[in-house]
Nanobody, 125 residues
Framework: QAQLAESGGGLVQAGGSLKLSCAASARTLRFAVVGWFRQAPGKEREFVGAIRWVDGNIKYEDSVKGRFTISRDGATNTVYLQMNSLKPEDTAVYYC??????????????????WGQGTQVTVSS
C-alpha cells in the first residue's frame, strides 16, 4: 500500500514562499508519476505540476510556471514543491499523488492511484 505524506503548508503573505514536501516509499516511486494538485473551497481539484520519477521530466500548470518548482530527492524518496511569489489565489489545500505511468495525462486526477492527506496553504493579501 502506497503511502504519501505532505508537509510544509502554512500561512504566508502575498509575495512570500513556501516549500511543500511529499514523502513516499521507494516502491511507490519506482515507476511513478508524482503530481501536485490543489483544491480551494468550492472548487474542483486542479493540477499544479507533476514529475516523472524515472527521468525527472516535469510538467507545470500555466498559472504556476516561473513561480513554482518541483524537484525530487532520490536519497529520501521525497518530492518537493517550492512555491515563490505566492498570490492569494494560490490559497488551497495542496495534495501530492502518485500513479503508474500510463496513457492518462498527468494533468488528470485519474492518472493517480494514491493520494496524501493534503496540507493547507493560505496566502494573505
Amino acid at each position: 500500500q502506497a503511502q504519501l505524506a505532505e508537509s510544509g503548508g502554512g500561512l504566508v503573505q502575498a509575495g512570500g514562499s513556501l516549500k511543500l514536501s511529499c514523502a513516499a516509499s521507494a516502491r511507490t516511486l519506482r515507476f511513478a508519476v508524482v503530481g501536485w494538485f490543489r483544491q480551494a473551497p468550492g472548487k474542483e481539484r486542479e493540477f499544479v505540476g507533476a514529475i516523472r520519477w524515472v527521468d525527472g521530466n516535469i510538467k507545470y500548470e500555466d498559472s504556476v510556471k516561473g513561480r513554482f518548482t518541483i524537484s525530487r530527492d532520490g536519497a529520501t524518496n521525497t518530492v518537493y514543491l517550492q512555491m515563490n511569489s505566492l498570490k492569494p489565489e494560490d490559497t488551497a489545500v495542496y495534495y501530492c499523488a502518485s500513479g503508474l505511468q500510463s496513457a492518462i495525462s498527468p494533468v488528470s486526477t485519474r492518472a493517480y492511484s494514491y493520494w496524501g492527506q493534503g496540507t493547507q496553504v493560505t496566502v494573505s493579501s
